[in-house]
């Protein structure tokens, strides 16, 4: 299949920044911060779990540290003031308790009409494999809620979201179930950010919930499918052996290992969030999560309902994958790319699976400004072409990306 590469306004490359030699908790100064601290004191809150959840309750005073330090990190206490997130919140759908937090706009002087003439989306995050809602980048969650609404939710099964019944976990049931958490808390096609497991989710929505939700970002994702590629056995199965222990998760995240200076990003999510008063869980993967995900994404390799159906969601989609993860070889990404008729794709040579730790900055600039412009395809562009261009990435110059945008017509 042709693609095209086209240059941005003056003939400019469509790419991303590359990551400097400082620390990427300084990626984004409008993000307020804390005073790294030592010694942040952990909550004394418990949380009672209910049945299949993503692990075992525990008191909040036995919180998990990690095994070694993190030179590179400042201290290795990196913190942020995360209380803009709020009280986390429950909601029941069907059989599944969910847990989540709802936040935003934090400055409402910022909601700046999008492309289409409308205030800007809210923002569901869908976490990634055996991970909670607090394993995000705390500048991305709070650079978008700073103009709109943001939801973080711990997915069916894991954290403190519990779920009754003993239906096998499936990336299609999980999609169904996020869609129907979506109805319930009365989102209008909200945005998606997905990642991981969760860009699982984000590409069974795409298929089968397209008129649920607007623009999707998918990072470090897979659509599925017989043609797709799972990580080798050795990884999948040492995911799967975690036990709860995050840093044995850091060299299969980052292109550098537990070197990486994407670690102190990672980190810190930790360190604020598990740390935090309105905290309750004592870590942020929980084992059950880890072996129920693993072997649903193993049946959703093996199936094409999902895949075979993305050619119809009219959905603008924006790709995000390091060449360098370990964990979803990046193949899978050029499948979803082909695929989809809306999507644009960005890659990152420099980086593994855990991209949105990598590279805050772009990661933030580039999310903007797609959400701003990304309207969904006309049923013109569906029945003839699928043609899209890079606006955003005109304002997002570096050395560390290249593009891959689909323009070909499309078959009647």
């Not at 995050?246 to 969030?273: H, N, R, W």
């Not at 013109?380 to 699928?386: F, M, R, S, V």
């Not at 261009?389 to 304002?395: L, P």
């Amino acid at each position: 299949m042709p693609s095209s590469r086209p240059g941005g306004p003056a003939g400019l490359p469509f790419v991303a920044p590359a990551r400097t030699p400082a620390a990427p908790e300084a990626a984004v100064a409008s993000t307020a911060r804390l005073t790294p601290v030592l010694g942040t004191a952990p909550s004394t809150a418990s949380v009672t779990a209910g049945p299949r959840t993503g692990g075992t309750a525990s008191k909040a005073t036995q919180t998990w540290k990690p095994a070694y330090p993190f030179p590179q990190c400042l201290d290795n206490t990196l913190t942020y003031d995360v209380s803009f997130v709020g009280q986390t919140q429950f909601v029941q759908v069907g059989n599944v308790r969910y847990a989540y937090h709802r936040f935003g706009p934090l400055k409402p002087e910022l909601q700046q009409p999008q492309a289409n003439g409308k205030p800007p989306a809210p923002v569901v995050f869908i976490s990634g494999w055996g991970l909670t809602m607090y394993m995000w980048p705390i500048p991305l969650l709070q650079r978008l809620a700073d103009s709109r609404e943001v939801v973080i939710f711990d997915n069916m099964r894991t954290g403190l979201s519990t779920d009754n019944s003993s239906t096998p976990l499936s990336i299609p049931l999980m999609a169904n179930s996020t869609a129907a958490l979506i109805t319930k808390l009365g989102l209008n096609k909200p945005n998606i950010w997905s990642w991981s497991v969760g860009a699982f989710v984000g590409y069974g929505l795409l298929a089968l919930h397209p008129d649920k939700v607007g623009t999707v970002i998918i990072a470090a994702g897979s659509p599925g499918g017989p043609d797709a590629l799972l990580p080798p056995t050795p990884i999948t199965q040492g995911i799967a052996r975690f036990e709860q222990n995050y840093t044995a998760l850091l060299p299969y995240m980052f292109a550098q290992g537990v070197k990486d200076e994407a670690v102190c990003m990672f980190y810190a999510s930790y360190t604020s969030f598990y740390q935090h008063e309105d905290t309750s869980l004592p870590t942020p993967l929980g084992q059950n999560s880890l072996l129920e995900q693993s072997q649903a994404a193993v049946k959703f390799f093996m199936d094409a309902t999902v895949i075979n159906k993305l050619g119809g969601a009219p959905n603008r989609v924006l790709i995000l994958h390091g060449v360098q993860d370990r964990i979803m070889p990046v193949r899978n990404a050029l499948l979803g790319a082909w695929k989809l008729l809306g999507a644009w794709m960005l890659q990152f040579p420099g980086e593994g699976h855990g991209i949105p730790f990598s590279n805050v900055q772009a990661v933030i600039t580039t999310t903007l400004e797609f959400f701003n412009f990304a309207n969904p395809l006309s049923r013109a562009e569906l029945k003839q072409w699928a043609n899209y261009g890079g606006t955003a990435s005109s304002r997002v110059l570096g050395q560390n990306a290249t593009l891959v945008v689909r323009a070909e017509p499309v078959d009647k």
